[in-house]
């Protein structure tokens, strides 16, 4: 093949864009990533639950209400999920929504300012099908995906870092 079939390197500038559509809204973002770092340590911290019921409550000779104790532990580990992966769930949906409402309004202002001329060259249709199609698309990207990426590289990091620290 030759430099001309080549396919073209694919651009990051239209996410760029959608990181700048997403910063103006700093305290949602500041939300989400906190909520971000609590889901995915209080998930790490699900199994140093179970270590310390089977290491601390089940030893020979331990007091039965160690292991009460240990399983309340655990249930606490537990619901700090379930109330963190609320709120992330919601700051990074209405994050998503924002943006991509940030977006359509930009590309609508835009649509606004061109000539008729460029309207006889494009269908309306055809713009406002890809408009509903690509905003879609944004908000998939911003309200899930990127969540789960971040969400599982810190798992992948810390799931590492405490197997370095069980020896």
Not at 78 to 104: C, K, M, N, P
Not at 116 to 140: C, G, V, W, Y
Request: positive net charge; hydrophobic residues 50%.
């Amino acid at each position: 093949a030759t430099a001309s079939e080549a396919k073209p390197a694919r651009s990051l500038g239209p996410l760029r864009m959608i990181w700048k559509a997403a910063l103006v809204y700093p305290g949602r973002l500041a939300t989400a990533g906190a909520a971000l770092v609590v889901t995915a340590s209080a998930t790490l911290g699900i199994p140093w639950g179970f270590r310390q019921i089977i290491d601390q409550g089940f030893a020979r000779g331990s007091d039965p209400a160690t292991i009460n104790r240990w399983f309340e532990i655990l249930l606490a580990i537990i619901v700090v999920l379930a109330i963190g992966t609320a709120v992330r769930f919601y700051a990074v949906s209405w994050l998503g929504e924002r943006v991509v409402a940030d977006i359509r309004l930009a590309v609508q202002r835009n649509l606004l300012r061109l000539a008729p001329s460029f309207f006889e060259a494009n269908s309306p249709k055809e713009i406002s099908s890809r408009m509903t199609s690509d905003t879609a698309l944004i908000e998939q990207v911003v309200g899930t995906s990127v969540s789960v990426a971040l969400r599982n590289a810190i798992m992948a990091l810390g799931g590492t870092a405490y197997l370095f620290y069980l020896k």
